[in-house]
């Protein structure tokens, strides 16, 4: 499976991070090492000082599909959860400067915590009003809502499908609202979407 992950699409975060407002979904890849499951603890990596939490909708892909438009999307895709795309700020500044590749910065091991997934069914809402909290040791830190997307879950997965065939099992992280922040050994972060706890993580 491939994990695909969608960055600055919440203009509230591209403002934080002092970046520029993107014409067309940007996205990179984590491998499947980088995966983080059943609530396991997330291990800070001796190579950063600066490791962020970022709170993400995730989509899985349930059909393999290319090329796709949009309004077939949903066909692609069955269940819902909360992720955190894990990111060493730090080196992840050195490599925007230098014009570097991201994987070391995004795609290391553990990088990618993966909560319950949802059945869709059960949100006739649709994907585009979700409301999704993360609380750090009891504080609310992000607060988020789909509707607040720049590119919404549809867009997305027919605009990765232009460029990557999309198999059952691969997972969409689908971009950070405002709020993003490090962790600390000790701290423990839990995920709710539409008030469902998804996603427990404590760091070690
Ligand atoms: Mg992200």
Redesign the pocket.
């Known amino acids: 499976m491939k994990i695909i992950?969608i960055?600055q699409n919440y203009r509230e975060h591209v403002k934080e991070l002092g970046a520029r407002i993107p014409d067309q979904p940007v996205f990179f890849c984590k491998p499947d090492t980088a995966l983080l499951i059943r609530n396991r603890p997330f291990y800070i990596p001796d190579f950063s000082q600066e490791i962020h939490y970022?709170t993400?909708l995730v989509i899985r892909i349930c059909k393999v599909g290319k090329n796709f438009a949009p309004r077939f999307a949903p066909d692609y895709y069955d269940a819902y959860t909360l992720g955190f795309?894990f990111?060493a700020r730090d080196i992840q500044r050195h490599c925007r400067k230098e014009g570097l590749p991201w994987e070391i910065c995004k795609a290391f091991d553990n990088s990618a915590a993966i909560g319950q997934f949802i059945p869709k069914s059960e949100f006739p809402q649709g994907p585009d009003r979700l409301h999704f909290e993360m609380k750090k040791n009891g504080a609310i830190c992000q607060s988020g809502d789909t509707a607040d997307m720049i590119f919404k879950v549809d867009e997305i997965v027919s605009y990765v499908s232009r460029f990557f065939t999309l198999r059952t099992g691969d997972c969409i992280?689908t971009?950070?609202p405002p709020g993003v922040g490090s962790v600390k050994i000790g701290d423990v972060l839990e995920a709710t979407l539409e008030g469902i706890p998804v996603l427990r993580c404590p760091v070690k």
């Open positions: 992950c960055g970022e993400e795309d990111t992280f971009g950070t």
